[in-house]
């Protein structure tokens, strides 16, 4: 801004020109901005908040599916271990014996 | 200060690696880890009239025989006695056993879960195995057999995980994590066929009761690429409850004891003669029209009968002691023991499996005339199982001696490292182990173990009947009876060695370890589907 005085008799009053400079304007930050971005640091803060106490609150659970996962992982590997144990050479013999097969004696070889 | 506050915030879980598993050759599971539970109690949280019926309601549980109900629940009851807040009530209880306890909705109990071994094939193949104990930590580790010499591989790494606690314990979602992932131990497939391994197992326990035997063993063994197809030793140990037994059974006699090898060596002294051009399968021998007289000492045949200017082929087929003293001489010391050295002897054989021995050789200068001519037929020497096998091995296959392997493939989560055939030297000629391979043929054919042999298959071997050592000298009652061979013998799909410690029905060869060998050949054609050729 720049103030400019006029060469007038001394009646006459002094005017003052007020020179905006449009660049100076365009630097200006817009309030609007400001606005959004208060508005939306609450906005996070609460959420945040909200999350928190909300997620706190989910530990109680995910202990529950831990020891969901360890239960089942447990159970597959008795399943795994039952499956072993009835597929057994030891086992299929003894039932094999049980319902009638017995070892082959003679074999006769077709030439 | 900042550790206790630590402590206070965060919670550590050690994550434990499952120990890894061990397959058959088809993947059938032969040893894997089972997760059981043990039953504790809180004395001070259980009222006294609680305790009398708890101990009463887990013993109708734990106990199978109304009449032990009592005994139980007094054990039980005085476990909960005492002036402890906590105290152990029953450990190894599987899971049904776990979710009847848990049925009974009891105040004051709880389980901790402990991981042990598991074998779905019982006490099946215990000396290949070995067993899983604890170490100084209380940790698990893994002795003899398998379990000990792949201890690195199987046990893999605990890991741990950390995360922020609540105030009840429980893990915040949002909190700080820091996982350290466990690595589980690495698997092993075994080249162990084990339909081999159950019929050599169903034989062998026959044998030892039929021959009235104090041991009996077998190991059978891929001529071609040293892989281990079965190996079985009796008696024999549970693996899971082998704190039940003697020490004494852990060993795996295949590769821990030694023995003399008696007349199934003959095949290898002949066979290096041969190799030098010493001798040929019609060369007569020129001392054995009796007893060979040596440092003092005189060499008899085992039955006392003599064959003058018999061939090197007939010494084979009469195991002629005298006849072996003569090749052994033609081959001279310097000669045998470079051959004594290639077979493998005097160094173990590298097998797969802990606790393995090797006697040492006898150094060449230590060697007199007698020890020469008592070696060539298999006295006066100490080797063991595995060694003899895979030396037979080398004729087998045209010649090699090959490195004997329990373990296919080692295999972890992402990568399965796989153990190639393992050729150590070439020991013989190919032509040197046709040659021997048919004098082993008619060894089988027209020797004293040809009543057994089952008619129309080619097989290549021989028996042998050592005397034991006690206290200076030979027990002519007490022997190692032994028979080695392979078969088809063109094409060898197997070798086998079948040794009975001090059979009591007969202390030969020939009429013990002969037909147990030639028992579990007949039912390796069936599964090889090897139709007979003669």
Request: with cysteine; aromatic share 10%.
């Given at each position: 801004?720049?103030?400019?005085?006029?060469?007038?008799?001394k009646?006459?009053?002094?005017?003052?020109?007020?020179?905006?400079?449009?660049?100076?304007?365009?630097?200006?930050?817009?309030?609007?901005?400001?606005?959004?971005?208060?508005?939306?640091?609450?906005?996070?803060?609460?959420?945040?908040?909200?999350?928190?106490?909300?997620?706190?609150?989910?530990?109680?659970k995910?202990?529950?599916?831990?020891?969901?996962?360890s239960?089942?992982?447990?159970?597959?590997?008795?399943?795994?271990?039952?499956?072993?144990?009835?597929?057994?050479?030891?086992?299929?013999?003894?039932?094999?014996?049980?319902?009638?097969?017995?070892?082959?004696?003679?074999?006769?070889?077709?030439? | 200060?900042?550790?206790?506050?630590?402590?206070?915030?965060?919670?550590?879980?050690?994550?434990?690696?499952?120990?890894?598993?061990?397959?058959?050759?088809?993947?059938?599971?032969?040893?894997?880890?089972?997760?059981?539970?043990?039953?504790?109690?809180?004395?001070?949280?259980?009222?006294?009239?609680?305790?009398?019926?708890?101990?009463?309601?887990?013993a109708?549980?734990?106990?199978?025989?109304?009449?032990?109900?009592?005994?139980?629940?007094?054990?039980?009851?005085?476990?909960?006695?005492?002036?402890?807040?906590w105290?152990?009530?029953?450990?190894?209880?599987?899971?049904?056993?776990k979710?009847?306890?848990?049925?009974?909705?009891?105040?004051?109990?709880?389980?901790?879960?402990?991981?042990?071994?598991?074998?779905?094939?019982?006490?099946?193949?215990?000396?290949?195995?070995?067993?899983?104990?604890?170490?100084?930590?209380?940790?698990q580790?893994?002795?003899?057999?398998?379990?000990?010499?792949?201890?690195?591989?199987?046990?893999?790494?605990p890991?741990?995980?950390?995360?922020?606690?609540?105030?009840?314990?429980?893990?915040?979602?949002?909190?700080?994590?820091?996982?350290?992932?466990?690595?589980?131990?690495?698997?092993?497939?075994?080249?162990?066929?084990?339909?081999?391994?159950?019929?050599?197992?169903?034989?062998?326990?026959?044998?030892?009761?039929?021959?009235?035997?104090?041991?009996?063993?077998?190991?059978?063994?891929d001529?071609?690429?040293?892989?281990?197809?079965?190996?079985?030793?009796?008696?024999?140990?549970?693996?899971?409850?082998?704190?039940?037994?003697?020490?004494?059974?852990?060993?795996?006699?295949?590769?821990?004891?030694?023995?003399?090898?008696?007349?199934?060596?003959?095949?290898?002294?002949?066979a290096?003669?041969?190799?030098?051009?010493?001798?040929?399968?019609?060369?007569?021998?020129?001392?054995?029209?009796?007893?060979?007289?040596?440092?003092?000492?005189?060499?008899?045949?085992?039955?006392?009968?003599?064959?003058?200017?018999?061939?090197?082929?007939?010494?084979?087929i009469?195991?002629?002691?005298t006849?072996?003293?003569?090749?052994?001489?033609?081959?001279?010391?310097?000669?045998?023991?470079?051959?004594?050295?290639?077979?493998?002897?005097?160094?173990?054989?590298?097998?797969?499996?802990?606790?393995?021995?090797?006697?040492?050789?006898?150094?060449?200068?230590?060697?007199?005339?007698?020890?020469?001519?008592?070696?060539?037929?298999g006295?006066?020497?100490?080797?063991?199982?595995?060694?003899?096998?895979?030396?037979?091995?080398?004729?087998?296959?045209?010649?090699?001696?090959?490195?004997?392997?329990?373990?296919?493939?080692?295999?972890?989560?992402?990568?399965?490292?796989e153990?190639?055939?393992k050729?150590?030297?070439?020991?013989?000629?190919?032509?040197?182990?046709?040659?021997?391979?048919?004098?082993?043929?008619?060894?089988?054919?027209?020797?004293?173990?040809?009543?057994?042999?089952?008619?129309?298959?080619?097989?290549?071997?021989?028996?042998?009947?050592?005397?034991?050592?006690?206290?200076?000298?030979?027990?002519?009652?007490?022997?190692?009876?032994?028979?080695?061979?392979?078969?088809?013998?063109?094409?060898p799909?197997?070798?086998?060695?079948?040794?009975?410690?001090?059979?009591?029905?007969?202390?030969?060869?020939?009429?013990?370890?002969?037909?147990?060998?030639?028992?579990?050949?007949?039912?390796?054609?069936?599964?090889?589907?090897?139709?007979?050729?003669?």
């Amino acid at each position: 801004m720049a103030l400019l005085l006029c060469n007038c008799p001394k009646t006459s009053f002094m005017t003052i020109i007020k020179k905006f400079d449009p660049e100076e304007y365009s630097n200006k930050f817009p309030k609007k901005y400001v606005v959004f971005a208060v508005v939306g640091i609450l906005v996070l803060s609460i959420a945040q908040i909200w999350v928190n106490n909300t997620a706190v609150s989910y530990g109680e659970k995910l202990e529950s599916i831990a020891k969901l996962k360890s239960t089942l992982e447990m159970e597959n590997t008795f399943l795994e271990n039952e499956m072993a144990s009835e597929l057994s050479l030891t086992n299929i013999a003894t039932k094999s014996s049980k319902l009638g097969f017995s070892k082959i004696e003679s074999i006769q070889y077709i030439r | 200060m900042q550790a206790k506050g630590e402590n206070q915030h965060f919670k550590d879980t050690a994550v434990e690696a499952e120990r890894g598993k061990i397959f058959f050759s088809d993947k059938a599971i032969l040893a894997t880890s089972n997760p059981s539970f043990s039953l504790y109690g809180l004395p001070k949280v259980i009222t006294q009239e609680e305790k009398l019926k708890m101990s009463y309601l887990l013993a109708k549980i734990f106990v199978d025989d109304s009449s032990q109900i009592d005994a139980e629940a007094k054990n039980i009851l005085n476990s909960l006695q005492q002036d402890l807040y906590w105290v152990p009530i029953k450990k190894g209880l599987d899971q049904k056993t776990k979710k009847k306890i848990e049925d009974l909705n009891l105040i004051g109990i709880g389980f901790n879960t402990a991981s042990g071994r598991f074998y779905p094939e019982g006490s099946s193949s215990a000396h290949l195995l070995g067993f899983v104990g604890s170490d100084a930590k209380g940790g698990q580790k893994g002795y003899f057999g398998l379990e000990g010499f792949y201890e690195g591989e199987l046990k893999g790494m605990p890991g741990f995980l950390r995360h922020e606690k609540d105030a009840l314990g429980l893990p915040i979602l949002i909190g700080k994590f820091l996982t350290n992932k466990a690595n589980n131990g690495k698997d092993l497939v075994l080249n162990i066929d084990r339909s081999i391994q159950f019929t050599v197992e169903e034989v062998l326990k026959q044998g030892l009761e039929k021959y009235g035997a104090k041991a009996v063993s077998a190991v059978v063994m891929d001529p071609k690429t040293g892989a281990i197809l079965a190996l079985a030793s009796f008696p024999s140990y549970d693996p899971i409850k082998y704190f039940s037994f003697s020490s004494d059974y852990y060993k795996n006699p295949i590769v821990a004891d030694t023995y003399e090898p008696g007349s199934t060596f003959k095949v290898l002294v002949m066979a290096a003669a041969l190799n030098e051009e010493l001798v040929e399968p019609d060369t007569t021998c020129d001392i054995c029209n009796g007893p060979v007289q040596l440092g003092g000492f005189a060499i008899r045949t085992w039955n006392n009968k003599y064959y003058p200017d018999t061939t090197m082929k007939d010494v084979i087929i009469h195991s002629d002691n005298t006849g072996m003293v003569f090749t052994g001489m033609k081959l001279g010391l310097d000669k045998f023991h470079e051959y004594l050295e290639n077979y493998g002897f005097g160094e173990p054989s590298d097998i797969d499996l802990q606790d393995e021995s090797s006697p040492d050789l006898r150094p060449k200068d230590e060697w007199r005339e007698i020890d020469l001519a008592t070696a060539s037929f298999g006295q006066g020497i100490a080797i063991t199982p595995i060694q003899m096998v895979r030396a037979v091995a080398s004729i087998a296959n045209g010649g090699y001696l090959m490195e004997p392997h329990v373990v296919r493939e080692i295999k972890d989560e992402k990568n399965t490292f796989e153990i190639k055939p393992k050729m150590i030297r070439q020991v013989i000629k190919e032509n040197t182990a046709k040659i021997m391979t048919e004098m082993m043929v008619k060894a089988v054919d027209e020797g004293e173990a040809k009543w057994a042999k089952p008619k129309g298959f080619k097989i290549a071997g021989k028996t042998g009947t050592a005397q034991i050592p006690v206290a200076g000298h030979y027990d002519p009652n007490k022997t190692i009876a032994s028979f080695v061979g392979f078969a088809p013998a063109d094409d060898p799909k197997f070798v086998m060695l079948v040794l009975y410690n001090q059979p009591s029905s007969s202390i030969f060869g020939s009429e013990t370890a002969a037909p147990t060998f030639f028992e579990i050949a007949k039912e390796l054609f069936v599964y090889y589907k090897i139709a007979p050729t003669e």
